[in-house]
T-cell receptor, first 116, second 112 residues
Framework: GAVVSQHPSWVICKSGTSVKIECRSL??????MFWYRQFPKQSLMLMAT?????????EQGVEKDKFLINHASLTLSTLTVTSAHPEDSSFYIC????????????FGEGSRLTVL | DAKTTQPTSMDCAEGRAANLPCNHS???????VYWYRQIHSQGPQYIIH???NNETNEMASLIITEDRKSSTLILPHATLRDTAVYYC?????????????FGTGTRLQVTL
């Protein structure tokens, strides 16, 4: 099946620093990728839609200057959490559209960010 | 996208069928019903989807009522590895990437 990989799987950083999370589609090209965040015992919340070669579309309430998304190639999208604070600690998950007629999305394993 | 309602949690004995209900009474005619699951601390995994007809694949069966206002996901022989949160999602598939909105899902616990 299609594989989407995230890196790093987990990261711990100090408050005020920036952290970059990568999302790669390993065996297919993804024009569109989505970024979600998930707090403990809660559901996934869509943050933004990332389109290759264009600016990301952010969901209401998500700060675009804090969560920088870059989709520079058909196999890579990155999420950078800038000036991270403890409240940004969360599980960040990406998904990629393989372009199947079913509309099925393939998800990465997730990246757990802890901000001290 | 239409809203879905699912029970918060369910238990199922290993080897028995797990029947997970979902209510989507405001679904529109061109919206699909998708099921994903999320095993603890992992990304969601696609299970199955349907529009009007019942569907079956190697993982599960999806039964959609004739009025499309509700559906049931059936895991025919649940195993311990099926313990997860199951999400029922209604989404308009427009030929390009579907933006999925996750609800709270049903936490299925499979026990010995």
């Amino acid at each position: 099946g299609a594989v989407v990989s995230q890196h790093p799987s987990w990261v711990i950083c100090k408050s005020g620093t920036s952290v970059k999370i990568e999302c790669r589609s390993l065996d297919f090209q993804a024009t569109t990728m989505f970024w979600y965040r998930q707090f403990p015992k809660q559901s996934l919340m869509l943050m933004a839609t990332s389109n290759e070669g264009s600016k990301a579309t952010y969901e209401q309430g998500v700060e675009k200057d804090k969560f920088l998304i870059n989709h520079a190639s058909l196999t890579l999208s990155t999420l950078t959490v800038t000036s991270a604070h403890p409240e940004d600690s969360s599980f960040y998950i990406c998904s990629a559209d393989r372009g199947l007629t079913t509309g099925e999305l393939f998800f990465g394993e997730g990246s757990r960010l802890t901000v001290l | 996208d239409a809203k879905t309602t699912q029970p918060t949690s369910m238990d199922c004995a290993e080897g028995r069928a797990a029947n997970l209900p979902c209510n989507h009474s405001t679904i529109s005619g061109n919206e699909y019903v998708y099921w994903y699951r999320q095993i603890h601390s992992q990304g969601p995994q696609y299970i199955i989807h349907g529009l009007k007809n019942n569907e079956t694949n190697e993982m599960a069966s999806l039964i959609i009522t004739e009025d499309r206002k509700s559906s049931t996901l059936i895991l025919p022989h649940a195993t311990l590895r099926d313990t997860a949160v199951y999400y029922c999602i209604v989404s308009l598939f427009a030929g390009t990437a579907s933006k999925l909105t996750f609800g709270t899902g049903t936490r299925l616990q499979v026990t010995l």
